[in-house]
Protein backbone atom coordinates (compact mmCIF):
# COMPACT_ATOMS: atom_id res chain seq x y z
CA UNK A 1 0.00 0.00 0.00
CA UNK A 2 0.94 3.74 -0.77
CA UNK A 3 1.89 5.97 1.94
CA UNK A 4 3.17 8.60 0.78
CA UNK A 5 1.39 10.82 -2.01
CA UNK A 6 3.19 13.48 -3.64
CA UNK A 7 2.05 16.56 -5.16
CA UNK A 8 2.02 18.02 -7.77
CA UNK A 9 2.65 15.22 -9.93
CA UNK A 10 4.87 17.40 -12.32
CA UNK A 11 6.14 20.66 -11.91
CA UNK A 12 8.06 22.67 -14.74
CA UNK A 13 9.76 25.74 -13.84
CA UNK A 14 12.59 27.66 -15.38
CA UNK A 15 16.57 27.45 -13.96
CA UNK A 16 17.14 30.13 -10.85
CA UNK A 17 13.43 29.50 -9.97
CA UNK A 18 12.55 27.48 -6.57
CA UNK A 19 10.59 24.21 -6.50
CA UNK A 20 8.85 23.15 -3.80
CA UNK A 21 7.26 19.43 -3.77
CA UNK A 22 4.48 18.28 -1.12
CA UNK A 23 4.30 14.56 0.20
CA UNK A 24 0.93 13.64 2.69
CA UNK A 25 1.09 10.34 4.21
CA UNK A 26 -1.60 8.63 6.19
CA UNK A 27 -0.05 6.79 9.59
CA UNK A 28 2.28 7.88 12.30
CA UNK A 29 5.94 7.99 11.26
CA UNK A 30 9.34 7.98 12.46
CA UNK A 31 11.11 9.46 9.21
CA UNK A 32 10.61 10.71 6.52
CA UNK A 33 13.20 10.40 3.41
CA UNK A 34 13.46 12.29 0.05
CA UNK A 35 14.67 10.57 -3.01
CA UNK A 36 15.80 11.32 -6.24
CA UNK A 37 16.01 9.37 -9.73
CA UNK A 38 17.40 10.54 -12.91
CA UNK A 39 15.98 9.02 -15.81
CA UNK A 40 16.89 5.20 -16.39
CA UNK A 41 18.90 5.49 -13.14
CA UNK A 42 18.14 4.13 -9.14
CA UNK A 43 17.36 6.03 -6.41
CA UNK A 44 19.54 8.70 -4.49
CA UNK A 45 19.21 9.41 -1.14
CA UNK A 46 18.80 13.56 -0.33
CA UNK A 47 17.87 13.92 2.67
CA UNK A 48 16.13 12.62 5.72
CA UNK A 49 13.99 14.29 8.60
CA UNK A 50 12.85 13.15 12.09
CA UNK A 51 9.63 12.96 13.30
CA UNK A 52 10.79 15.36 16.16
CA UNK A 53 12.16 17.40 13.69
CA UNK A 54 10.47 19.84 12.38
CA UNK A 55 13.37 21.88 9.31
CA UNK A 56 16.12 20.46 7.95
CA UNK A 57 18.91 21.88 5.14
CA UNK A 58 21.30 20.27 3.55
CA UNK A 59 22.89 22.92 0.65
CA UNK A 60 20.54 23.95 -1.71
CA UNK A 61 17.69 21.99 -0.11
CA UNK A 62 15.36 22.79 2.35
CA UNK A 63 12.89 19.73 3.76
CA UNK A 64 10.18 20.89 6.48
CA UNK A 65 7.72 18.37 8.27
CA UNK A 66 4.50 18.79 9.94
CA UNK A 67 3.47 15.55 12.13
CA UNK A 68 -0.23 17.18 13.09
CA UNK A 69 -0.65 17.37 9.15
CA UNK A 70 0.84 14.14 8.43
CA UNK A 71 2.39 16.54 5.54
CA UNK A 72 6.34 17.60 4.56
CA UNK A 73 7.54 19.82 1.39
CA UNK A 74 10.75 19.89 -0.22
CA UNK A 75 12.03 23.46 -1.43
CA UNK A 76 14.92 23.27 -4.23
CA UNK A 77 16.08 26.53 -4.52
CA UNK A 78 17.64 28.23 -7.53
CA UNK A 79 16.94 25.34 -9.49
CA UNK A 80 19.29 24.33 -12.08
CA UNK A 81 18.65 22.24 -15.40
CA UNK A 82 20.72 19.38 -14.06
CA UNK A 83 17.94 19.40 -11.33
CA UNK A 84 15.57 17.65 -13.25
CA UNK A 85 14.38 14.45 -11.91
CA UNK A 86 11.75 12.09 -10.23
CA UNK A 87 11.43 13.03 -6.78
CA UNK A 88 10.32 10.89 -4.33
CA UNK A 89 9.00 10.59 -0.37
CA UNK A 90 9.53 7.58 1.42
CA UNK A 91 8.20 6.81 5.11
CA UNK A 92 9.86 4.72 7.97
CA UNK A 93 7.90 3.58 10.93
CA UNK A 94 11.81 3.12 12.19
CA UNK A 95 11.56 -0.87 12.73
CA UNK A 96 10.38 -3.37 10.60
CA UNK A 97 14.15 -3.77 9.58
CA UNK A 98 14.46 -0.59 7.39
CA UNK A 99 11.19 -1.00 5.54
CA UNK A 100 10.29 2.15 3.85
CA UNK A 101 6.94 3.20 1.72
CA UNK A 102 7.54 5.55 -1.39
CA UNK A 103 5.49 7.82 -2.64
CA UNK A 104 4.50 7.91 -6.71
CA UNK A 105 6.92 10.72 -7.00
CA UNK A 106 7.09 13.81 -8.70
CA UNK A 107 8.57 14.60 -12.24
CA UNK A 108 10.58 17.93 -12.02
CA UNK A 109 11.54 19.78 -15.40
CA UNK A 110 13.80 22.32 -15.00
CA UNK A 111 14.49 24.40 -18.11
CA UNK A 112 17.81 26.21 -19.27
CA UNK B 1 30.62 5.22 -1.27
CA UNK B 2 28.29 2.72 -1.24
CA UNK B 3 27.71 0.40 -4.07
CA UNK B 4 24.41 -1.83 -5.13
CA UNK B 5 25.20 -3.59 -8.63
CA UNK B 6 22.69 -5.28 -10.13
CA UNK B 7 24.06 -7.95 -12.88
CA UNK B 8 21.99 -6.41 -15.75
CA UNK B 9 20.88 -3.15 -16.68
CA UNK B 10 18.39 -4.87 -19.54
CA UNK B 11 17.23 -8.58 -20.04
CA UNK B 12 14.97 -10.30 -22.29
CA UNK B 13 13.01 -13.16 -21.14
CA UNK B 14 10.16 -15.49 -22.15
CA UNK B 15 7.30 -16.44 -20.20
CA UNK B 16 7.16 -19.45 -18.87
CA UNK B 17 11.21 -19.04 -18.39
CA UNK B 18 12.43 -19.50 -14.61
CA UNK B 19 14.88 -15.38 -14.16
CA UNK B 20 16.95 -14.82 -11.50
CA UNK B 21 17.95 -11.08 -10.71
CA UNK B 22 21.67 -10.90 -9.06
CA UNK B 23 22.19 -7.66 -6.29
CA UNK B 24 25.61 -7.14 -4.66
CA UNK B 25 26.70 -4.62 -2.20
CA UNK B 26 30.01 -3.82 -0.88
CA UNK B 27 29.39 -2.37 2.14
CA UNK B 28 27.81 -5.08 4.47
CA UNK B 29 24.84 -3.63 4.96
CA UNK B 30 22.35 -5.99 7.01
CA UNK B 31 19.19 -4.93 5.00
CA UNK B 32 18.82 -5.33 1.54
CA UNK B 33 15.55 -4.96 -0.70
CA UNK B 34 13.59 -5.87 -3.88
CA UNK B 35 11.35 -3.52 -5.57
CA UNK B 36 9.82 -2.96 -8.87
CA UNK B 37 9.03 0.06 -10.30
CA UNK B 38 6.21 1.01 -12.71
CA UNK B 39 4.47 4.10 -14.44
CA UNK B 40 1.85 5.58 -12.10
CA UNK B 41 2.49 3.31 -9.57
CA UNK B 42 5.77 4.31 -8.01
CA UNK B 43 8.04 1.56 -6.43
CA UNK B 44 6.78 -1.36 -4.55
CA UNK B 45 8.36 -3.80 -2.18
CA UNK B 46 8.22 -7.01 -3.33
CA UNK B 47 10.80 -9.11 -0.61
CA UNK B 48 13.37 -7.72 1.76
CA UNK B 49 16.11 -9.48 3.84
CA UNK B 50 17.23 -8.69 7.31
CA UNK B 51 20.36 -11.10 7.06
CA UNK B 52 21.59 -14.19 6.11
CA UNK B 53 19.22 -16.82 5.29
CA UNK B 54 16.16 -14.84 6.68
CA UNK B 55 13.71 -12.98 4.68
CA UNK B 56 10.61 -10.53 4.86
CA UNK B 57 7.08 -10.45 2.14
CA UNK B 58 6.76 -7.00 1.01
CA UNK B 59 3.73 -5.67 -0.30
CA UNK B 60 3.39 -8.00 -3.82
CA UNK B 61 5.70 -11.07 -3.51
CA UNK B 62 3.56 -13.22 -5.25
CA UNK B 63 5.01 -15.07 -8.18
CA UNK B 64 8.50 -13.92 -6.59
CA UNK B 65 11.04 -15.86 -4.77
CA UNK B 66 14.15 -14.80 -2.79
CA UNK B 67 17.36 -16.00 -2.11
CA UNK B 68 20.07 -14.47 0.45
CA UNK B 69 23.37 -16.89 1.06
CA UNK B 70 26.04 -14.45 1.68
CA UNK B 71 25.38 -11.31 3.58
CA UNK B 72 26.24 -9.11 0.52
CA UNK B 73 24.24 -10.89 -2.03
CA UNK B 74 20.56 -11.32 -2.72
CA UNK B 75 18.59 -12.90 -5.66
CA UNK B 76 15.22 -12.26 -6.69
CA UNK B 77 13.83 -15.53 -8.91
CA UNK B 78 10.81 -15.39 -10.94
CA UNK B 79 9.10 -18.76 -10.85
CA UNK B 80 7.80 -18.50 -14.04
CA UNK B 81 8.08 -15.14 -16.01
CA UNK B 82 4.72 -13.69 -17.02
CA UNK B 83 4.07 -10.90 -19.10
CA UNK B 84 3.03 -8.42 -16.41
CA UNK B 85 6.32 -9.35 -14.73
CA UNK B 86 7.96 -6.77 -17.46
CA UNK B 87 8.77 -3.84 -15.28
CA UNK B 88 11.99 -2.07 -13.91
CA UNK B 89 13.55 -3.56 -11.14
CA UNK B 90 15.28 -2.00 -8.11
CA UNK B 91 17.67 -3.02 -5.44
CA UNK B 92 18.86 -1.31 -2.38
CA UNK B 93 20.37 -1.98 0.95
CA UNK B 94 21.03 -0.31 4.04
CA UNK B 95 22.10 -0.77 7.67
CA UNK B 96 20.40 -1.83 10.41
CA UNK B 97 18.10 0.88 12.24
CA UNK B 98 19.04 3.07 14.71
CA UNK B 99 16.18 3.99 16.14
CA UNK B 100 14.81 5.50 12.80
CA UNK B 101 15.66 3.92 9.57
CA UNK B 102 18.68 3.98 7.42
CA UNK B 103 18.63 5.59 4.11
CA UNK B 104 18.75 2.85 1.36
CA UNK B 105 21.08 2.77 -1.76
CA UNK B 106 19.77 1.78 -4.78
CA UNK B 107 21.56 0.03 -8.00
CA UNK B 108 20.95 1.35 -11.41
CA UNK B 109 17.74 -1.48 -11.52
CA UNK B 110 17.35 -3.98 -14.49
CA UNK B 111 14.58 -3.32 -16.73
CA UNK B 112 13.24 -7.07 -17.41
CA UNK B 113 11.07 -7.54 -20.15
CA UNK B 114 9.07 -10.66 -20.61
CA UNK B 115 7.80 -11.60 -23.99
Known amino acids: SQQGEEDPQALSIQEGENATMNCSYKTSINNLQWYRQNSGRGLVHLILIRSNEREKHSGRLRVTLDTSKKSSSLLITASRAADTASYFC????????????FGQGTILTVHP | DVKVTQSSRYLVKRTGEKVFLECVQD?????MFWYRQDPGLGLRLIYF???????EKGDIPEGYSVSREKKERFSLILESASTNQTSMYLCASSLVNMGYNQPQHFGDGTRLSIL
Open chain 2, 49 to 55: SYDVKMK
Open chain 2, 27 to 31: MDHEN
Open chain 1, 90 to 101: ATGGGTSYGKLT
